[in-house]
C-alpha cells in the first residue's frame, strides 16, 4: 500500500514570494491533516478535512495561509505571503476517518524562507 | 483542553543500555496517547497507542509504554537499545476530534 506523498521535498524561497505545497494521501483515507512543525518543536496541526469539507482550521493563520481539497482527495497548502517565521516543515497526514483511527503521515516538505 | 509535556530535550544512551523517555499529559476528555519516532528527513512513523484496557502497551522495535493515570504520565521505555533507535520520539494526545497535540520532542542519541 503506497504511503502519503508530498512535494516538493525542499523549498527555498524569499519573503513575500507565494508557495503551495501538495499532498495525496492514502487511496481511501477519507480525513487529511496538515501539520507545521518548526526546528525544535513537534507538528502543530493547522487543519483537518473531512472529504473535501473543513473540519478544524482554528490554528491556520487564514491571513497568509490557505488550503483545499478539491475532490476529497488531493490536498494543496498555499502561504502568501510568505514570512520568515513560516520556515518549517510541513506535514501532510491522512486516517480512514472514525475517532480511533491511526494518521499516517508523509515525508513533509521543508520551507526556507530567506 | 489537552496538552503533553516532554521533559528531557535530548537523551543520550550507550548502546544495549536501557532507556526511558518521560512524557506526561493534560486532557480534558478520554485519554488516548500516541508515541512517534520521527528519522532524519522522514515523517512520523506511529511507535505505540493507548486507547483503552491494558495499562503496559507494546509497540514496534521493541518498545513498551505505560499508562499511569494517577501521575499522567505514559513514558515509554526499552530495555536495550540498538544504534538504529537514534531519533527523535514525539509524545501526543489525541482530542474527540482525531486532531493529535504533540509535545516538543526527545532527541534519543545512541552511542556505539
Known amino acids: 500500500e503506497a504511503g502519503v506523498a508530498q512535494s516538493p521535498r525542499y523549498k527555498i524561497i524569499e519573503k513575500r514570494q507565494s508557495v503551495a505545497f501538495w499532498c495525496n494521501p492514502i487511496?481511501?483515507?477519507?480525513?487529511l491533516y496538515w501539520y507545521q512543525q518548526i526546528l525544535g518543536q513537534g507538528p502543530k496541526l493547522l487543519i483537518q478535512?473531512?472529504?473535501?469539507?473543513?473540519?478544524?482550521d482554528s490554528q491556520l493563520p487564514k491571513d497568509r495561509f490557505s488550503a483545499e481539497r478539491l475532490k476529497g482527495v488531493d490536498s494543496t497548502l498555499k502561504i502568501q505571503p510568505a514570512k520568515l517565521e513560516d520556515s518549517a516543515v510541513y506535514l501532510c497526514a491522512s486516517s480512514l476517518g472514525g475517532t480511533r483511527d491511526e494518521q499516517f503521515f508523509g515525508p513533509g516538505t521543508r520551507l526556507t524562507v530567506l | 483542553a489537552q496538552s503533553v509535556t516532554q521533559l528531557d530535550s535530548q537523551v543520550p544512551v550507550f548502546e544495549e543500555a536501557p532507556v526511558e523517555l518521560r512524557c506526561n499529559y493534560s486532557s480534558s476528555v478520554s485519554v488516548y496517547l500516541f508515541w512517534y519516532v520521527q528519522y532524519p528527513n522522514q515523517g512520523l512513523q506511529l511507535l505505540l497507542k493507548?486507547?483503552?484496557?491494558?495499562?503496559l502497551v507494546k509497540g514496534i522495535n521493541g518498545f513498551e509504554a505505560e499508562f499511569n493515570k494517577s501521575q499522567t504520565s505514559f513514558h515509554l521505555r526499552k530495555p536495550s537499545v540498538h544504534i538504529s533507535d537514534t531519533a527523535e520520539y514525539f509524545c501526543a494526545v489525541r482530542d474527540g476530534a482525531n486532531n493529535l497535540f504533540f509535545g516538543t520532542g526527545t532527541r534519543l542519541t545512541v552511542i556505539p
Open positions: 478535512f473531512q472529504n473535501n469539507g473543513v473540519v478544524d
Open positions: 487511496s481511501g483515507h477519507a480525513t
Open positions: 493507548y486507547l483503552s484496557g491494558s495499562t
